[in-house]
């Protein structure tokens, strides 16, 4: 049977970051977007993600940050690295952070609401292809300091599932290899014998 859900699946693709335009999203994308992220596993119901925008002016004052604390923690950097890390968050029209905010539960395992965050952060992508922009999603050096999870809104407890940069993509995206999905599954044979 023909599913366009499934040609679709096959084929998603992240485009490059600087190759994403404006226009951004509008706030009725946005909205479906994050409604779309929301409609995954979440056992208790804990919701325990949350989303950042970051757009418009506030995308360069992030830039300026990251780079202040780099230099804070490495001293001067090269004009190159600087200005990278000044790009950090310009270089597509919107940038959502998908966060991780762990909620004490005797029943569920922190690592399974870090999955349902990694969940909701591969639907927004999806959603956002489906309404016809690029995505690419990363996380970087300053997903791992506190500093720098300070500096993009995070509280000390959350983590930073990814950074989804979206923005318009003439694509087609760039394929890459892929692995062989006959070699990534088989019939259960029994316990771990190692």
């Known amino acids: 049977m023909a599913s366009p859900i499934i040609d679709f699946l096959l084929t998603r693709n992240s485009a490059p970051i600087p190759d994403l335009k404006e226009p951004a999203p509008s706030d009725a994308d946005i909205a479906t977007m994050i409604a779309a992220a929301t ?18 002016d506030t995308r360069i004052e992030i830039g300026k940050k990251l780079a202040a604390l780099a230099e804070q923690r490495e001293g001067p950097l090269p004009e190159g690295r600087r200005n990278q890390e000044l790009a950090r968050f310009s270089r597509a029209p919107l940038v959502i952070g998908v966060v991780s905010v762990p909620k004490e539960n005797p029943k569920i395992p922190q690592w399974e609401m870090f999955l349902s965050g990694g969940m909701a952060a591969m639907n927004l992508m999806i959603s956002a292809n489906a309404l016809g922009y690029g995505t690419n999603m ?53 316990p771990w014998a190692g």
């Open 39 to 56: 409609r995954v596993p979440d056992h208790g119901r804990l919701e325990p993600w949350r989303f950042i925008l970051y757009r418009g």
């Open 138 to 190: 990363i996380s970087n050096w300053y997903s791992d300091v506190p500093e720098g999870r300070a500096i993009l809104g995070l509280a000390p407890q959350e983590r930073v599932v990814g950074f989804i940069h979206i923005g318009s993509y003439a694509g087609p995206a760039p394929e890459r290899p892929r692995p062989d999905p006959a070699k990534l599954y088989a019939d259960y044979s029994g």
